[in-house]
């Protein structure tokens, strides 16, 4: 990617909109790279506001639960890493529980699915799938376990 000519007008547009638009957004704008724009940032002296707020953790305490980490990002503007390492620091953690319904889907399902196909429509893990299955001591009458295709 040739190199860019920072213009007077280039700059001002960063000065007003850097607040409002995350590196990634500015830099398909501009048509560089976000550490481009993380440079130019930094050699004009600007830097974000702290973004995480009360009003913008009580957006996240009372939504993680019913949204994933991807549409929270999208929603707040900010990287899904960025929602995973707040949602750490406020202490939340999504827990899966195996509530009446899902282990009747379970029952119901597991000789005819794989524990990856189950994860994915029970929204946990193969792993979990796996674990669960063992605990019930519910065994497949055919090799279809273990998350493989067959």
């Known amino acids: 990617m040739p190199r860019k000519t920072w213009s007077l007008q280039d700059r001002d547009y960063l000065k007003h909109h850097y607040q409002d638009h995350s590196n990634a ?3 398909e704008h501009f048509g560089v790279s976000p550490a481009a724009i993380g440079f130019q940032l ?11 707020n009360q009003e913008r953790d009580q957006f996240l305490r ?5 949204f994933d980490n991807q549409t929270l990002a999208r929603r707040l503007k900010v990287s899904p890493s960025a929602i995973h390492n707040r949602l ?3 202490g939340l953690r999504r827990r899966f529980v ?3 319904e ?16 189950l994860g994915w429509e029970l929204g946990t893990t ?6 669960k299955l063992r605990k019930l001591a519910l065994k497949r009458t055919s090799d279809k376990d ?3 295709q067959a």
């Open 98 to 100: 195996w509530t009446s």
């Open 126 to 131: 193969d792993d979990s799938v796996s674990k």
């Open 62 to 66: 009372e939504n993680y639960l019913v």
């Open 88 to 90: 750490h620091v406020l």
């Open 146 to 148: 273990r998350g493989e």
């Open 42 to 52: 930094s050699k004009l002296g600007l830097k974000r506001r702290p973004y995480w």
């Open 102 to 117: 899902r282990l009747a889907y379970l029952k119901r399902h597991y000789q005819t699915m794989t524990d990856k196909q």
């Open 25 to 27: 957004e500015l830099a």
